[in-house]
């Protein structure tokens, strides 16, 4: 397996964390989004929409990190990501999803250029803007995980599921907008338990081969 990705990238973060967690091995291919390596031709081949992650596996191209999870725990199944009933994977996905479709979109690295370049926004804007989405959609979270009785260790009972994958990255994330975590006790603690293991610790932005 090739994994394209940038190491701040939060849906990067996201498949190094599920592939990790999978115990699988695989080749990192730098993909420096700020210097524009995603919009190199031999790129964009495999992923026209110039975007990161991308999962080679098998000769075929995988993209859209929920994608390649899905695609991981399909072909994968052990340790499982998903609960066993059907109510419970879909509860299970609806977080994951609170944060990799309406959270993480409008904050990630394009949307933030965009701010600056074409609408010429300062530092503190930018910030403002990041913000107040994250912190929407953190109170949502917090509202939907703090009193349900499936709720455990981690999101999802006592063993990490795609919701905590696709948390951690936006945590992670949110240190750089100043989102005050306190407001937001259920997710603070999850984000600690999943800290604890190696799978989400070592694939930290900081710890992976390009970083800065």
Known sequence: MKLYGYFRSSASYRVRIAL?????DYDLQPIHLRRGDQRAMDYLARNPQGLV???????KVLTQSLA?????EERFPEPA???GDAADRAWVRALAQ???????P???LRILQYLENDLELDDGARAAWARRWIEDGFGALEAMLKDDPRTGDYCFGDNPTLADICLVPQIFNSQRFAVDMGRFPTLARIHENCMRLSAFK???PERQPDAE
């Open 20 to 24: 990790s967690l999978k115990g699988l």
């Open 53 to 59: 992650p991308a999962l080679v596996d098998d000769g």
């Open 68 to 72: 390649i999870m899905e695609y991981l």
């Open 81 to 83: 990501l998903l609960p």
């Open 98 to 104: 609170v944060v990799a479709c309406d959270i993480h």
């Open 106 to 108: 409008i904050n990630n």
């Open 202 to 204: 070592d694939q930290a």
